[in-house]
Nanobody
Framework: QVQLVESGGGSVQTGGSLRLSCAAS????????MAWYRQAPGKQRELVAL???????NYADSVKGRFTISRENAKNTVVLQMHNLKPEDTAVYYC?????????WGQGTQVTVSS
């Protein structure tokens, strides 16, 4: 079982930055993979960024070069640093963990980017 708690959402203008954090109840070093997803109103939930236990990362094309996912293992936290935000980044962002073939979700945090 893995509990996830997100923080750091908010409202910014186009071009601004936000830092999302996801605190896990288990050592992140021992979680198979962690990721950030997002869901905009009327749209399906989509993968934004993923980081494996070995540190490999994968990003959606729409965020490459603007978002960075990283692990802070000493704090059992995964961070999504977002720069140059655009209105189309507006969504609820969810932290996700895959561990021992089970998938866990956080409660979500709202990110709103105004033009």
């Amino acid at each position: 079982q893995v509990q996830l708690v997100e923080s750091g959402g908010g409202s910014v203008q186009t071009g601004g930055s936000l830092r999302l954090s996801c605190a896990a109840s288990r050592p992140t070093l021992r979680i198979d993979a962690m990721a950030w997803y997002r869901q905009a109103p009327g749209k399906q939930r989509e993968l934004v960024a993923l980081i494996s236990s070995g540190g490999s990362t994968n990003y959606a094309d729409s965020v490459k070069g603007r978002f960075t996912i990283s692990r802070e293992n000493a704090k059992n936290t995964v961070v999504l640093q977002m720069h140059n935000l655009k209105p189309e980044d507006t969504a609820v962002y969810y932290c996700n963990a895959v561990h021992v073939a089970n998938r866990y979700w956080g409660q979500g945090t709202q990110v709103t980017v105004s033009s």
